[in-house]
């Protein structure tokens, strides 16, 4: 085809690509190397058009085919034990041994918790106070130790709040946490952040998600010492809180030298022995979000199969070391999520907190079309992304609409999502009526016995 016949252009908009690399002061030189942002992208598409009409940059190819070079041999990207460690886990299946309905019994045991359990998704409100303590330890204009005693003081007061409303499974509020991601790839090898990468996530609203680059494992632990922490502050179930590698994959930028799913088994393997630690510390309710298990579902059917097949895998690894004692939730957010119910429930989670409310309940139909769903769920009673406090009778009716179609056995009674984007003025009240709510429902259950 005559070169005037060519168009030569990008693959897709650079819309969630960051701006540009030169923004990017603190990368080493090495790393930045190996990076294009949309700036560099542009570039290199106009070299690559000047190339087929004849007039090749050789510089630009010349540096490019180094820096691919550099990246190719670089210990910084390839720790062999890390690949072989992933390259072994595709010779099992990774569940546990005990059915789900007999491990439920035994964590019962343990857990002693009331008919229709109330909990939290994980996050408690992010206040300008807390954000200001997260800014000043990372410029240094407050050293480490007070940095630690303001967010024990923080999970402290979450704690108390929450056995004030008489909630049954506790959270220590996340104060620590600057975002669900970026928390863990910030204590993981093969993850760098930029300063200035930020990227439309949807709306208005932004993120500067972490890129991979090499070969991914867990140095130290993460979240241990702040949860046995938590723990120690109350008798009650205090959530383990852990993001997933199936969503710490689909909310990264991902290296393209091996399949996602190689990246995704050794995120999972390092977020299987912070479950470990974390049952070792004595924590015997684990959370491990899977909120963009759907998000990452291609769009070809044909290749769907093959996606739920490694990342529900993926997340089968991160709980498949722990004793039947201790309770794995996990939690997804906001997406339809009837048409992947059986891969859902292949994930083996001994309960599931899901988005219910904001969708009008159409998580529900599933289980009205036959679907059974043997371990515990608790589909939102309201919905977080609203200011609006539903009143106690609303969530109640909520509960009822559950109870028609699942055993009160197996049912939570909990908010759509995290709280973090809300006001404490908004969360006591809502949280307040949910509890109660769950209580009027105990006792129409224990009257009709």
């Known amino acids: ?86 390259g072994a886990l595709l010779g099992s299946d990774h569940r546990r041994a005990t059915p789900v309905g007999a491990r439920l019994d ?44 303001a967010i024990k003081a923080e999970i402290a007061s979450v704690v108390e709040l929450q056995e004030k409303l008489d909630i049954d499974v506790l959270v220590h509020g996340e104060p620590e946490r600057n975002d669900m991601v970026e928390y863990f790839g910030e204590q993981l090898q093969g993850f760098v952040f930029t300063v200035n990468g930020w990227v439309q996530s949807y709306g208005s609203r932004c993120v500067k998600p972490p890129i991979i680059y090499g070969d991914v494992s867990r140095p130290n632990a993460m979240t241990v010492e702040w949860s046995k922490y938590s723990q120690s502050l109350t008798a009650r179930p205090m ?39 974390l049952e070792a510390g004595g924590i015997q309710v684990i959370q491990i979000d ?15 199969a093959n996606y739920l097949d490694w990342a529900v895998h993926a997340f089968r690894i991160t709980t498949s070391g722990v004793k039947d004692t201790t309770q ?64 106690t009778e609303e969530m109640a009716e909520r509960i009822r609409k559950m109870l028609a179609v699942l055993e009160s056995k197996v049912l939570w009674v909990n908010p759509d999502c995290g709280l973090k984007t809300r006001k404490y003025q908004e969360v006591v009240p809502a949280l307040t009526n949910m509890v109660k709510a769950a209580k009027i429902l105990r006792a129409e259950l224990a009257s009709t016995k």
């Open 106 to 149: 035994e964590q019962q045991k343990h857990l002693k918790l009331p008919i229709l359990p109330t909990t939290t998704i994980g996050s408690f409100p992010q206040t300008p106070e807390l954000r200001r303590v997260r800014r000043e330890v990372k410029s240094k204009k407050i050293t480490e130790e007070e940095y630690n005693k």
């Open 328 to 391: 794995i939730h996990t939690h997804m957010c906001y997406s339809n999520f009837n048409d992947i119910i059986h891969s859902i429930i292949d994930m083996d989670a001994d309960v599931i907190t899901i988005e219910n409310s904001r969708s009008d309940e159409k998580l529900l139909s599933v289980f009205k079309e036959g679907v059974t769903y043997a371990a515990g769920i608790g589909p939102g009673v309201y919905d977080i992304h609203s200011p609006r406090i539903p009143d």
């Open 239 to 277: 959530k383990g809180m852990l993001t997933g590698p199936v969503t710490i994959l689909n909310w990264s930028f991902v290296r393209d030298d091996q399949p996602r799913s190689d990246t995704c088994m050794q995120i999972a393997l390092s977020i299987k022995v912070e479950v470990e630690d």
């Open 1 to 86: 085809m005559p070169a005037g016949k060519v168009v030569v252009s990008t693959s897709c908009s650079l819309l969630h690509t960051a701006v540009d690399l030169q923004n990017e002061t603190k990368l080493d030189s090495e790393l930045k190397s190996w990076l294009a942002f949309a700036a560099q992208k542009v570039v290199e598409v106009v070299a690559i058009a000047h190339a087929l009409d004849g007039k090749k940059n050789e510089e630009i190819f010349s540096v490019n085919a180094s820096a691919q070079a550099s990246r190719r041999s670089s210990s910084r990207v390839h720790n062999e034990a890390v690949k072989k460690a992933a």
């Open 290 to 304: 899977e909120a963009a298990l759907r998000e990452g579902l291609p769009l070809r059917k044909a290749e769907q």
